[in-house]
């Protein structure tokens, strides 16, 4: 089982939290870590490895809000130390939900499923050109 490990700025990973409690209910395997303006980095990756330290060294996506940011570079860091990990950044709730019924597959093929939810689902509403 793969285990998600939400990652952002600010309220952005409770936010996430709350949204899909409020659709799905509860979300087995997730868990969700802010990093916060008055926070050192160190402080951060600490509380990070602690919530890696939690998910029993099973196969982790870190699922980011930003490409580039603090959050995700210092998950693509343990990412790139360890293979069975993955990051991927900037999915929407439907890729979310999507994560959440389908956390048999590894992480990686777990990234994909999300990036391509992601790109289907994005609607543009009244499309004028």
Request: glycine residues 8%; charged residues 25%; contains cysteine.
């Amino acid at each position: 089982m793969t285990k998600v490990i939400v990652c952002g700025h600010g309220g952005y990973a409770e936010g996430i939290k709350k949204n899909l409690s409020m659709l799905l209910g509860e979300t087995e395997g997730f868990s969700y870590i802010d990093f916060y303006p008055e926070e050192d980095l160190s402080d951060y990756e600490s509380r990070l490895d602690q919530v890696i330290k939690e998910c029993g060294g099973e196969q982790i996506l870190f699922a980011c809000d930003i490409a580039g940011g603090s959050p995700f570079r210092t998950a693509a860091v343990k990412s790139a130390e360890n293979p069975a990990y993955c990051t991927v950044a900037g999915i929407n709730t439907s890729a979310y939900s999507e994560m959440v019924y389908n956390t048999d597959m590894d992480a990686k093929k777990l990234a994909l499923l999300a990036a391509e939810i992601t790109r289907e689902t994005i609607q543009i509403f009244p499309c004028e050109e």
